[in-house]
């Protein structure tokens, strides 16, 4: 059964940095591409940052280029978002995601692309 499980979500003031950490168990990922997306209250899933376990390569929503990093452990089967320089409009809950078939990085962008989805992690920035 796989499980994709968040957290290391908070509270925090703008500016101020929140490290993410999605736990993945139940197959082999080293194929998949591993996303963040994240959803504020009233809005849509939108994307955040997505790395290919394989080799690195990461992509990233331009709301959060240059300010947070996604990088990915193979010992610990787990993928982190670093995130800094916080604002209040990063308030939102944020999902982990795997996904098998995706096979550009741009592509990595479309939540329907993924089928595997964490629980979530409240992350609040205050002003």
């Known amino acids: 059964q796989v499980q994709l499980v968040e957290s290391g979500g908070g509270l925090v003031q703008a500016g101020g940095s929140l490290r993410l950490s999605c736990a993945a168990s139940?197959?082999?990922?080293?194929?998949?591409?591993m996303g963040w997306f994240r959803q504020a209250p009233g809005k849509e899933r939108t994307f955040a940052a997505a790395?290919?376990?394989?080799?690195?390569?990461?992509y990233y929503a331009d709301s959060v280029k240059g300010r947070f990093t996604i990088s990915r452990d193979n010992n610990k089967n787990t993928v982190y978002l670093q995130m800094n320089s916080l604002k209040p409009d990063d308030t939102a809950v944020y999902y982990c995601?795997?996904?098998?078939?995706?096979?550009?990085?741009?592509?990595?962008?479309?939540?329907?692309?993924?089928?595997?989805w964490g629980q979530g992690s409240q992350v609040t920035v205050s002003s």
């Open positions: 139940g197959r082999t990922f080293s194929r998949y591409i």
């Open positions: 995601a795997a996904g098998g078939a995706i096979w550009t990085m741009t592509r990595s962008a479309n939540s329907a692309n993924y089928e595997y």
């Open positions: 790395i290919r376990w394989s080799d690195g390569s990461t």
